[in-house]
């Protein structure tokens, strides 16, 4: 039980990896909260598209990584 939910948490690992690099960038980063760019940071933005797919794709993954890992822990 605990070989395949080691596997399966590998596998999640690098999908979580690929789904997070896949993404496109929502601001320049600190420079851009300084500069003005925070505005768009709260404002009311409906992402479309492929990155709708990437964020639901992310969130659900972060989900299954949370649970096997406390599976783990509770078997182990």
């Known amino acids: 039980m605990q070989t395949l939910l080691i596997v399966l948490l590998i596998i999640v690992c690098i ?5 997070v690099l896949l993404q496109s960038g929502k601001s320049a980063g600190l420079s851009g909260a300084i500069g003005g760019g925070a505005e768009q940071l709260f404002g009311k933005q409906k992402t479309r598209g492929m990155d709708l797919v990437l964020h639901r794709a992310t969130v659900i993954l972060a989900l299954l990584f949370f649970l096997i890992m406390l599976l783990l822990t509770y078997l182990g």
């Open 15 to 19: 999908s979580l990896i690929a789904v």
